[in-house]
C-alpha cells in the first residue's frame, strides 16, 4: 500500500498528517477564543466582543477548508491504497500461469468468490484502512496537545486523573468488546455466498428458465439471505449493549468528570496550575477576579470536551480497529492463497502423508518449447480441491503428434477425453510423467478451442481477434478486409453486415447462435494460425458439409488438428485415432493410424454384416405384403380369419398382430 517514501502514497499521508495537525491548533485557538468571546461578554466591552467575533469567523471559515481538506485527503488515500493492492492482485490473479482459474478449481482457499474479495472486501479494507488513519492520527495529537494545555492550566493532579480515566476507560471497553473482526469476517463471508448464488442465477439465466428452476433458486436465495440476516441481527444485538456502554462512558461520564476537573482551580487554588494561577493573581479583586475565573473555566472546559471528544474516538477505534482486522483477515487470505497457487507452494502438513494425486503430490514435468504434443507415462487425473486427492481417469497415457500428424481422440463419456487439452494447457497439474507441447501462443505456438465457446465484450473485431486487441492487429499489419475473408472461410461473411459493421458492439453471446458461436471458434483459428490446435467438440453444432469444409481450410493453413470427437465422420480429416473406453480392467486406450489393416478388416466386416441385411431386402418386402394383404381382409369382413401357412415363428407373429387388429 505504501511501497517507497518516495511514492504518491507517501505525499497523501503527509499531507493528511499536515491538515490533521492543523485541525489541533485552530481547535486549540478556538478554545481560547470562547473564553474570551465569554469573558468580554460578561465584562460588557462591545468592541472586544465584535473583534472577538470576527476572529471567530475567520478561525471558523479555515476549520471548515481544513475539515473539508482533510474528508478529501481520506478519499484519495484510500482509492491510492486500493489502486495499489488492485494492481498487485491482478498482477497475481490473471497471469499466464492461469492462477484466476486455479483459485477456484483446483485450491479452494478462499471458497468460490473471488470477485467479492477483490471488488467489495477490497474497498472495505481500503476505506476502513484510510479512516482510521485519520481517527487515530488526529486524537493521538489532540491528546498531547490538550493534555499538554490542562496541565499548564489545571496542575498535575487534572493531568493524573485524566491519564487514569483514560486507562481504567480503555481496559473497561476492551474487555467488553465483543470479537467484532471475527464477526465482520463471517459477515464477509456470507455476503460472498449470497452474492455468488445471484451471479450464479444470471448466468445460467436461460437454463434455469427451460427447466422452471425459479422456485428452486429462490429457495437458495432466501435460506442464504436468512442466514446472513440472523448473523448480522445477532452482531446488532452485540451492538446495542456496545454502544449504551461507549455512550455512557464516553460522552456522560467523561462530561462529568471534565467538569470535576475544571473546578480544580476555583475549589482548589493550591493545585491549579500555573497559567491559571499567574493570570488571576494578576487580575484584580472582585468582579475582575470572577471575569478571570470564566475566561479559564471556558477556556479550559473547552479544552476538555475536545479532549473528551479525542478519547472518545480513540475508544471508538477499538471497535474500527477490530472491524478492520476483519477486513484484513479476507484481504489477506486472498493474496496468500494467490501467492501459493502462483508459486504451485503446496506441502504436506507435518507428521501426515500426502494424499494420491493431491496438488502436494504432483511430480510430473512440463516442457516448453516441444514442436508437437507428446505426453509420457501421464495419469489422467480429475483434480479435487486441494488438500484433497484427484480421481484417476486413466492410470498411464502416451502418445505424440508431430506437425501434419493430425490426431482424433474419441471414446464414450465421462473417460476423460476433455481432460487431455486440460493437462497439455496446464489446468490441471502432471501428477506424474512427461508432458510436452509447444511455447506460447501464435504462429509457432498452440491454441486451444474449448467445449463453449466464449464472446468477449467489445465490438465484432474484437470476436474474431480476440484475445488480440485491435491494436495488435494494425501493429501485426491486419485489415478488415483480410478478417471479411476469414470469416468467408468460416462462413460467417454475412455478420458485419448484419451486425452493423465492424465496430458494432453488442452481448455477443445472445446474438450469436450455437453453431455461429463454434464457427467465430474456427474464424479465430484462422486469424491466429497457430501451428497447432486442440478442438474439444469445437463443430459439434456445425453441419456435417460445413464441418469438413472448416477442417479443410484449417489444414490448408498448416494447422495441426488435435480434436476431441464423437463423430466418426471426422476420421477422414485425422491421421491418428486415439480411442479412450472402459474395459473389462478399467480405463484402456488404444492409439493407431488411421486406415490400417486392423481398421480395414474391421470395416470390412462391418460392411459384410450390411450386405447380409440387403439381402434379405426383399424376403422382408415380401412378407410386409402379405400382412397388407391380412390386414385388408380382416378390416373387410371385422370378423379373425385364418393366416396363411408360414412357418411357425412367422406364424405365431402373424397371427397374434392379426388378432390383436381384428379386436
Known sequence: MVPRWGSKETGLLMSHGLFLLMRTYLSLLIARLDGEIVRDLVAGKGKAFLWGILKWCGIGTLASYTNAMIKFLQSKVSIAFRTRLTRYIHDLYLTDNNNYYKLMNLDGGIGQGPDQFITQDLTLFCSAAASLYSSMGKPLVD????????????????LSGILAGYFSTAVVLRKLSPPFGKLKAVEGKKEGDFRGLHSRLLANAEEISFYGGADTERVFLVRSFKELQRWMEGIYSLKIRYNMLEDMILKYSWSAFGYLITSLPIFLPAWGGSGGAMELADAPEGM??????????????RLMLSLADAGGRMMYSIKDISELAGYTSRVYSLIATLHRVHADAYYTPRGSHPELYSLADSQGTTHNGFDGVRLEQVPIVAPSLYPMGGDELIESLSFIVHSGDHLLISGPNGVGKSAIPRIVAGLWPVYRGLVSRPRGFGLDGIMFLPQRPYLSVGTLRDQVIYPHTEVDMREAGETDAALQKILDDAHLGYLPQREGGWD????????????????MGMARLFYHEPRYAFMDEGTSAVSSDVEGLLYDNAKERGITLITISTRASLKKYHTYNLTLGLGAEGEVWEFERIGTEKEKLGVEKELQELRKRLDKVDEWKQRREEIDQELQKVWANGAEVAPPPYQEEEHSGSEALVEATAN
Open 288 to 301: 475582575g477576579r470572577e471575569r478571570g475565573r470564566m475566561k479559564e473555566f471556558i477556556t479550559n472546559k
Open 143 to 158: 491528546l498531547f496537545v490538550f493534555n499538554y494545555q490542562l496541565y499548564r492550566s489545571l496542575g498535575p493532579l487534572a
Open 504 to 519: 458494432a458492439r453488442k452481448e455477443w453471446k445472445d446474438v450469436l447462435s450455437g453453431g455461429e458461436k463454434q464457427r
